[in-house]
């Protein structure tokens, strides 16, 4: 309530920069909100998806591997391996050659009967034999063999690690204390598997580990041996904890990853799935940066606001207050105009133009409409200054440098020289069209230097020779040139073209340029309207549209509409009978 109080006798800057700030401040506080609440949320929507995939692959293996543990006894007790593993050597070499080709068989539908065996073994230490899916002349590895009897109990430890291969077997007898007769063995794909666990995190970048922490055996899909060492130590942490999944961020290489992790009963093992957080959420950090770059901007707005506001409004809106004080004060002084032709200018010249309305008290009514009608477009016109000075001195200085540019640069000096002794030669009102073509012809030479070749310009029809208000053409081709041309990344196109309508006659400048929507010609269209009711912005398509009503009448001027080009199709119509 106090900051009411204080803003209620405030000046107007004071009550300006409160509501900007007003609007502003809540505004950034907002838009922070709304960007960190959608970070939160997103991180946890795609570490929910990642721990999701990784339960679904999880599952897909332990039911692989479960599923060959349970079958697995029934290849164990097969009649004809019994009979070969008991009587070895002492049957025929038909019968045990029969019996071999049986459990090859067999074997191989054991190993087609899932795409993650590689390999379906037998190990027959009578015959000193290992019976493969499809090698017959084999021997017995010993190494091996030992190896395949370390699970005494397939349900409670169906793995068995042995020189970076897994296998899964059952020994027969399944007592633990006599030697087996033969061991039935299935050897798992470790490609099949990490091509598996590489499905979790290749989506996004990611790297994934298999660790078993008992037997300490682990299946990586190309993780760096420091990323690995740094997994298993976070797998213990996990065990320790007794943790079964979940997802936390780390650091590593000193960037932050995110790691997602499930523990699996059945292998014993934790499957962890690296992501390096700028790929998951680097879309994140890429909006954080760019609201810290609004709040710069924001800043330097707020300081350019209040600069511009103390120059262009506080000061003048001062000095035009302490005048109509000295008026109150029987001081008819006139304000020296300082100011261009914006609204202060404006306003200045009518306060002088009041003035010396109460010195003289002489002017007519008709008289001053006269004069106020010739003040407005001798305005309008001087407002079209050469803004783009500076641009052609710098063109033709990189011209005169380039040593393969000195025709051009020669070229583009004759262009300067007419265009501005086009601009500054006379104070004439009005000039034959065919003079105004010629001078907008000028321009587009002088832009074809500046842009090449990558705007396309053409000039069609007929020009009367009729007499028209000076600069009514080249501005609108020059406001194609800065609003719709060149700023393009493709080729331009402008058509200038003209076209008569009974008693009238109409110009055209049309372009392919993209960056005006529909509702900007709308409200370009509207402006144009209602152009009598407004002095802000006396430049442009609404400086030659006023122009050309205060000539010729309300029904001539400008109109706008969207161009088959693409861009904006201005319309000028004109008279032809003076």
């Known amino acids: 309530m106090n900051s009411l109080f204080f803003l209620r006798d405030s000046s107007i800057f004071k009550k300006i920069m409160a509501a900007f700030l007003a609007a502003l401040l809540p505004l950034m506080a907002i838009t922070w909100t ?3 609440k959608g970070a939160e949320h997103i991180r946890s929507e795609i570490t929910e998806s990642v721990l999701n995939t990784t339960r679904f692959y999880m599952d897909s293996l332990d ?6 543990s349970r079958y697995l006894p029934n290849y164990v007790m097969d009649t004809d391996l019994m009979e070969v593993a008991a009587t070895g050597n002492e049957m025929s070499s038909y019968e045990r050659s029969r019996n071999i080709l049986d459990i090859q068989r067999r074997l191989e539908l054991m190993k087609h009967s899932s795409p993650f065996i ?3 073994k037998a190990y027959i230490p009578l015959i000193r034999r290992s019976i493969l899916s499809n090698d017959y002349e084999t021997f017995l590895d010993e190494d091996e063999y030992k190896a395949m009897q370390q699970n005494a109990n397939l349900y409670e430890a169906p793995f068995i690690f042995w020189k970076n291969r897994l296998f899964i077997t059952m020994r027969y007898p399944t007592n633990a204390v006599k030697s087996p007769m033969y061991i039935v063995g299935v050897e798992l794909s470790t490609a099949k598997i990490k091509d598996t666990l590489a499905q979790i995190g290749r989506p996004r970048g990611g790297q994934s580990v298999l660790l078993n922490m008992e037997l300490g055996w682990d299946i990586e899909t190309g993780m760096a041996p420091e990323l690995l060492g740094q997994m298993k130590s976070f797998a213990m942490e996990k065990q320790e904890l007794q943790s079964g999944e979940g997802y936390e961020t780390i650091v590593y290489d000193n960037k932050k990853h995110l790691a997602v992790y499930k523990y699996s009963s059945l292998w014993k093992a934790y499957a962890i799935t690296v992501i390096p957080e700028e790929m998951a959420l680097g879309s994140l950090d890429v909006y954080r940066t760019l609201f810290w770059w609004a709040c710069a901007l ?20 001062m000095k035009l207050v302490h005048s109509f004080r000295r008026v109150q004060q029987n001081r008819l002084d006139p304000i020296v105009i300082d100011r261009g032709a914006d609204e202060f200018g404006y306003l200045y ?9 109460l010195k003289t008290l002489i002017e007519e009514n008709y008289e001053q ?3 106020n009608q010739r003040s407005e477009l001798k305005r309008l016109q001087s407002q079209i200054n050469p803004h783009f000075l500076y641009n052609c001195f710098f063109v033709l200085c990189r ?3 380039s040593d393969n540019q000195k025709e051009k640069a ?17 104070d004439e009102d009005e000039i034959p069209l065919e003079l105004e073509v010629e001078h907008s012809r000028t321009y587009v030479e002088m832009q074809t230097i500046c842009y090449g070749e990558r705007i396309e310009v053409a000039f069609d029809g007929e020009f009367p020779a009729i007499s028209v208000p000076r600069l009514i053409l080249q501005p609108i081709i020059e406001n194609a040139y800065k609003h719709a041309l060149g700023n393009m990344l493709g080729p331009g196109e402008l058509w200038v073209h003209s076209e008569r309508e009974d008693g009238d006659f109409a110009l055209y400048v049309e372009d392919n340029g993209q960056s005006l929507t529909d509702e900007d010609i709308g409200q370009l269209q509207k402006k144009l309207r209602y152009s009598s009711k407004q002095i802000e912005e006396t430049t442009g398509i609404l400086n030659v549209h006023r122009r050309i009503q205060l000539r010729y009448g309300e029904e001539y001027g400008i109109t706008v509409s969207r161009s088959e080009l693409g861009g904006l199709r201005v319309r000028i119509k004109l008279s032809i009978i003076s």
Not at 306 to 314: G, V
């Open 399 to 401: 011209l005169i440098k």
């Open 298 to 317: 924001a800043v330097c707005i707020v300081l350019f606001f209040t600069y511009f506001l103390l120059r262009l409004i506080y000061r003048p809106l």
């Open 118 to 120: 590689q390999e379906a």
């Open 410 to 426: 020669y070229q583009f000096c004759l262009y300067i020289g007419q265009y501005f002794q086009f601009i500054t030669r006379n």
């Open 369 to 371: 409409q006269i004069r």
């Open 34 to 36: 709304i960007n960190e």
């Open 63 to 68: 039911q692989e591997a479960d599923r060959i």
């Open 349 to 357: 010249q009518a306060f002088n133009d009041t003035v010396r309305s």
